[in-house]
Nanobody
Framework: QVQLVESGGGSVQSGGSLRLSCATSGSVFCMAWFRQASGKEREGIAVINISGSPGYADSVKGRFAISQDVAKSTLYLQMNSLKPEDTAMYYC???????????????????WGQGTQVTVSA
């Protein structure tokens, strides 16, 4: 049974930084971060395989960094240069098979955390 628990969300001013964490239990091969703004569809923003190769959506490339600490079974998302349009609920997700950037869609992920809110004010 895979369980994912996010933490680290909060409120920050534009240009600020936050780091999200996702504690993981169970065996997975690929992990990702999604976000969902109010009234919008869930958007995949970053993905990483257990091998460590990351991929990013254009909307966050160069500002966000996904990483993992295998020993701690924890996934991270370092978010820098935050903008008001980054305001959303952020979700950690996982799947038991390899993935790539073109598979960064909600339908390809079977395990989800409960989400953590990130609010960026102008």
């Amino acid at each position: 049974q895979v369980q994912l628990v996010e933490s680290g969300g909060g409120s920050v001013q534009s240009g600020g930084s936050l780091r999200l964490s996702c504690a993981t239990s169970g065996s997975v091969f690929c992990m990702a971060w999604f976000r969902q703004a109010s009234g919008k569809e869930r958007e995949g923003i970053a993905v990483i395989n257990i091998s460590g190769s990351p991929g990013y959506a254009d909307s966050v490339k160069g500002r966000f960094a996904i990483s993992q600490d295998v020993a701690k079974s924890t996934l991270y998302l370092q978010m820098n240069s935050l903008k008001p349009e980054d305001t959303a609920m952020y979700y950690c997700a996982a799947r038991a098979s390899p993935c790539a950037l073109h598979l960064l869609l909600p339908k390809y992920f079977g395990y989800w955390g409960q989400g953590t809110q990130v609010t960026v004010s102008a």
